[in-house]
């Protein structure tokens, strides 16, 4: 047995042994603090000497991921700590801590150093923990918190496919954002796709929220998404998108003559029977079939600008691509008057 004596003078002896213990000659219940190796301690004090009970402060943190930490569901484990205790007398490292995770009267853990404790709920409900602070004088001080558990319920399925019509080359935009769940934020959620509803999954879970996609043949698809929350609750969603078959885009332009030999080449009247977005290119001189040579690379503007340098007639040739790759040609013969060339 170890023996620590804080004064010298005539002396009140407390000798501590097991929790909750009556001592000897006084007029409360003091739980009674042990090192942690087990060994009884005895600490003496003066008979006007006032030890002041220690401050109790309890937090609580979870792992489920959400941002409010004193509520959560019946997988979620609860840490409970007591760390931020502290006494004007007893060392902060020597405070004792035990927890009562139902603040039924029943102590769900022993006194210990460590003033941290994790409990996982089997039932919902709203619930109190009590933790008691012990100082080594013997006084004991308490804190309390509140927390709500649930039952977790699977999340709520949803998301946006857009177009909803389109060709083998339309690119099809897919957000899962509207997909919420009632026990995990949003960004908990995983989600994977089967896009031709065969029953065969063409992603694997992740937390991503935008997707693309392309379809390679022409029919009615059926897109099916699962989104899975943390605990492995599932809900499945489905959409129809329409593939068509492509049909050739339809080239066509104007010229507007500018100034200086300067022209204006618009190719807005061009369409896709498909609605499906051009890129255009273009060639300002195009002597002929052999001609393999554009001035501008495929770009989504349907104006194109050039200034000829020396007047005389010209062959100009326009092509349209659209999101399929199927391609359409125009030719147009504009005569550059030496009015407006530029030497």
Same mark, same amino acid.
């Given at each position: 047995?170890?023996t ?20 000897a ?6 739980p ?34 959400? &941002? =409010?930490h ?9 840490? %409970? /700590?007591?760390? @931020?205790?502290?006494?004007?007398? #007893? ?22 150093r ?14 109190t923990?009590?933790v ?5 004088g013997g ?40 997909? &919420? =769940? ?10 994977? %796709? /089967?896009?031709? @509803?065969?029953?065969?999954?063409? #992603? ?24 899975r ?20 885009p ?23 029977p ?12 195009y ?46 013969k ?7 060339a530029?030497?």
């Amino acid at each position: 047995m170890e023996t620590k004596i804080l004064q010298t003078a005539a002396v009140i002896t407390l000798i501590y042994a097991l929790s909750s213990t009556v001592l000897a000659n006084s007029t409360s219940m003091l739980p009674i603090p042990s090192d942690d190796d087990g060994q009884t301690i005895i600490y003496s004090y003066q008979e006007d000497e006032t030890d002041i009970p220690p401050t109790a402060i309890l937090k609580v943190r979870n792992d489920s991921g959400n &941002t =409010d930490h004193y509520s959560g569901t019946t997988a979620t484990k609860f840490t %409970f /700590d007591a760390y @931020g205790s502290r006494d004007a007398e #007893t060392q902060g490292s020597l405070l004792e801590a035990r927890f009562d995770f139902e603040n039924d009267g029943k102590m769900d853990t022993y006194y210990k150093r460590t003033k941290l404790a994790t409990h996982v709920y089997d039932t919902p409900g709203k619930k109190t923990i009590r933790v008691e602070i012990l100082d080594k004088g013997g006084n004991v001080s308490e804190a309390f918190a509140e927390i709500e558990v649930v039952k977790n319920t699977p999340p709520h399925a949803y998301f946006e496919i857009k177009p909803k019509i389109g060709t083998p080359g339309t690119i099809f935009y897919i957000d899962t954002g509207k997909s &919420t =769940d009632s026990q995990y934020k949003a960004n908990l959620l995983d989600y994977r %796709f /089967d896009f031709n @509803g065969d029953g065969t999954w063409d #992603t694997k879970f992740t937390s991503i929220r935008f997707y693309k996609h392309k379809f390679k043949e022409p029919g009615l698809k059926n897109v099916i998404m699962e989104v899975r929350d943390p605990e492995n609750q599932t809900t499945l969603y489905r959409k129809i998108v329409v593939i068509k078959p492509n049909k050739q885009p339809i080239a066509d332009f104007e010229v507007r003559n500018i100034n200086n030999g300067r022209y204006e080449f618009d190719a807005s009247d061009s369409y896709d029977p498909n609605n499906s977005k051009l890129k255009y290119k273009w060639d300002f001189d195009y002597t002929g079939y052999d001609d393999i040579q554009w001035d501008t690379t495929l770009f989504t503007s349907n104006k194109g600008f050039y200034t000829f340098k020396i007047p005389g007639e010209y062959f100009v040739r326009l092509m349209v691509q659209d999101e399929d790759k199927a391609k359409s040609y125009k030719v147009l013969k504009i005569f550059v008057d030496i009015a407006w060339a530029v030497w």
